[in-house]
């Protein structure tokens, strides 16, 4: 999972910006992925960028800053999505001195 630029929706002290996770998809399939994921709003929904790392200021692709780096296969492209580790990253990012949540 990577940090981004995206800046998120401040509420009250809590702000910073999207965490997204990183899946490799054939090249072929992209457009299913896109049709199929974007109908589940409510989870994570569809990509917020399809091929490009730089555009949400992902910094190294190959350097995750949670988790393994994940191998992208020269007829893949790397799809991002938003990710639920988010709210611990904005936890962090604005310096709560007490929160519970889940692990990231």
Known sequence: ????SLKCRSSGSLSGNMVVSMKPIPALKVSKHIE???KYTHAHG???SVG????????DIDNPEWGDAVQIRPD????FHACGVTPQSILMQSKVPF???HSA
């Open 1 to 4: 999972m990577y940090n981004t």
């Open 36 to 38: 199929i994921t974007s």
């Open 46 to 48: 569809g990509p917020v």
């Open 52 to 59: 490009s790392a730089e555009a949400i200021g992902v910094r």
């Open 76 to 79: 893949e492209v790397p799809i």
């Open 99 to 101: 929160a519970i949540t």
